[in-house]
């Protein structure tokens, strides 16, 4: 019923297409993902001090108080909303209905001396420097995947004088760690207040001296009562470098005494508390993929000249092999044509070399021209036609010599009057390939079955054939395209541009308002002649990808 989580507000548009930030860099973006799979494969442990003398608890508020005016018990300054609320309540252990501070700031006797300038114009300056630890707290039931330590009568512990507390070794990620609990606070290191806990990497003795481990970690305590585990963690999710310099990294204010020794809290609960700890090795090991598009690669030309061409006696002609973009292709050549044109033309072809190096279902698009050149003359370039009539499906070539780049295909639709006649519905081109994908075209001569839409216009759409099959699972497919109604008097063309992702959901794209039929149908306009109708396609980029092995 889920099998897709991710951010819907992953990154603004702003933020993203800002150059400054570097996420969209020369039009080119990088996407990555970590996964960690989380099993109960865990061990335990079990810390037991025997005595169970009732536990003290003390719960000491501080408050702020703003010292404005005399005569006023307190005032309190506007609200103030932190960039980052989650670690301002990390740094001072907030709760929801306690305050943090200092009773005595300053004596009223050095506050009223004018000497010292606290009081200015019967008006005082309060002011409060936020430092933010980023750690971030959160709550789940599933327990740690890698470790359990349990204390019991920690009142015991904590009273006895150990400083630090380290637990039995345990393995994960491929090495073996310790928990070092400082059941007083780590006062070293701002700790004094708080149970600090640290990850310690153990059994170093025999790596390299250079040796290196980074690993993400994540810290818990048991809410007993709710059975829910507090996890800590880094907010901004660092990944930790222990060497052998540094062989523990963990949080000197893991939890404040006051939080921790309240009973309502679940975490110490009859005088016992269950530590835990996961911890996952991050490792350059990821695999990659990029999606490609390329318009107009260098040398991108194939020059294939057949000397002699009145005696070449064999069934076709190979050219050398080029490199374009990230792929070799080559040019053959049938002088007296292939299959059922053997005889009646020249066959060119354009090959991909090396295909079945290509992994499973991958495909390489390209848009090319093909050219016979002549020698005295411009270029002429070959289009292939196919015709919709009903009476025939077969393929003709049709050459002429014309300004504009040749579209990909052109659907021909010859005795049109007779369609629409016949009140048939839509027509379909025949099936054609572009970028290793089938295609064709799908003419709506009175509109699709839409009220606004059927009987005044002409509608048109650009079809993915066989996606369900023809697609990888969740493949997509980017088409660049313009759909043209073509003006075969002053070529004048009615032409649609735009991009669509296909998938083998969303299979088609188009217009159901391409050309209204009262334009499509006067003859000044020319775009029916000699009762034929003539449909293009110009696909201008598909997409490429390419994966890692």
Same mark, same amino acid.
């Given at each position: 019923m889920k099998t897709e989580v991710g951010f819907a507000q992953f990154l603004s548009l702003e933020s993203f297409k800002d150059a400054c930030n570097g996420y969209l860099?020369?039009?080119?973006?990088?996407?990555?993902?970590e996964i960690s799979v989380f099993e109960r494969t865990g061990n335990w442990e079990q810390v037991s001090i025997v005595k169970n003398p009732v536990s003290n608890n003390k719960l000491i508020t501080l408050k702020f108080e703003n010292l404005s005016k005399a005569h006023v018990d307190r005032h309190y300054s506007s609200a103030v909303t932190l960039a980052d609320a989650n670690c301002h309540k990390a740094f001072f252990q907030f709760s929801c209905a306690a305050s943090w501070g200092y009773a005595k700031v300053v004596t009223l006797e050095d506050l009223h001396d004018a000497s010292k300038g606290y009081i200015k114009n019967d008006s005082s300056i309060v002011q409060v420097?936020?430092?933010?630890?980023?750690?971030?707290?959160?709550?789940?039931?599933?327990?740690?995947? !890698?470790?359990?330590?349990?204390?019991?009568?920690?009142?015991?512990?904590?009273?006895?004088?150990?400083?630090?507390?380290?637990?039995?070794?345990?393995?994960a990620a491929g090495h073996k760690w310790r928990l070092a609990l400082y059941p007083n606070g780590d006062t070293k290191s701002n700790g004094s207040g708080f149970i600090s806990l640290y990850l310690v990497i153990d059994e170093t003795e025999d790596l390299p001296l250079t040796w290196e481990v980074h690993v993400s970690f994540r810290l818990f305590v048991l809410d007993q009562i709710h059975d829910k585990y507090l996890t800590i963690e880094d907010a901004d999710g660092t990944i930790k470098?222990? !060497?052998?310099?540094?062989?523990?990294?963990?949080?000197?204010?893991?939890?404040?005494?006051e939080i921790f020794n309240d009973s309502s809290n679940g975490y110490l609960v009859g005088d016992g508390c269950i530590f835990g700890a996961e911890v996952f090795l991050m490792e350059r090991n990821c695999k990659w993929e990029c999606l490609s598009m390329i318009k107009e690669p260098e040398d991108n030309t194939i020059a294939?000249?057949?000397?002699?061409?009145?005696?070449?006696?064999?069934?076709?002609?190979?050219?050398?092999v080029h490199t374009i973009g990230d792929s070799k292709w080559k040019l053959t050549v049938y002088p007296k044509g292939n299959v059922k044109f053997k005889g009646r033309a020249l066959s060119v072809f354009l090959e991909l070399v090396e295909a079945e190096k290509l992994p499973p279902k991958r495909k390489v698009y390209a848009e090319y021209k093909l050219r016979a050149r002549q020698m005295t003359y411009s270029a002429m370039e070959t289009m292939f036609h196919t015709s919709g009539s009903s009476s025939s499906s077969n393929e003709e070539i049709v050459r002429y010599k014309r300004d504009i780049p040749p579209a990909h295909y052109t659907f021909r639709i010859e005795g049109f009057s007779l369609l629409l006649k016949s009140k048939v519905e839509k027509i379909e081109s025949a099936i054609f390939e572009a970028g290793g994908y089938k295609w064709k075209l799908k003419l709506f001569p009175q509109g699709i079955d839409d009220e606004k839409v059927k009987g005044d216009w002409l509608s048109l759409y650009f079809w993915l054939c066989d996606s369900s099959t023809t697609l990888p699972p969740k493949g997509t497919v980017y088409a660049d395209f313009k759909l043209r109604v073509l003006d075969q008097r002053r070529d004048q063309h009615v032409q649609k541009s735009t991009t669509h992702w296909f998938t083998a959901s969303s299979h088609f794209w188009g217009w159901k308002e391409f050309i209204r039929l009262g334009n499509l149908h006067e003859r000044s306009k020319g775009f029916v002649m000699n009762d034929t109708l003539k449909v293009q396609v110009q696909v201008n980029v598909i997409s490429v990808t390419k994966c890692s092995k």
């Open positions: 860099f020369d039009d080119s973006c990088v996407f990555g993902a420097e936020f430092t933010v630890i980023r750690i971030r707290r959160t709550t789940r039931e599933f327990p740690p995947s !890698h470790y359990l330590f349990k204390v019991e009568s920690f009142s015991l512990l904590a009273k006895s004088g150990v400083e630090k507390y380290e637990s039995d070794a345990f393995e470098r222990f !060497h052998w310099m540094k062989t523990e990294w963990g949080f000197a204010q893991f939890l404040s005494f294939f000249k057949l000397e002699g061409f009145s005696k070449l006696d064999r069934k076709y002609y190979e050219s050398s």
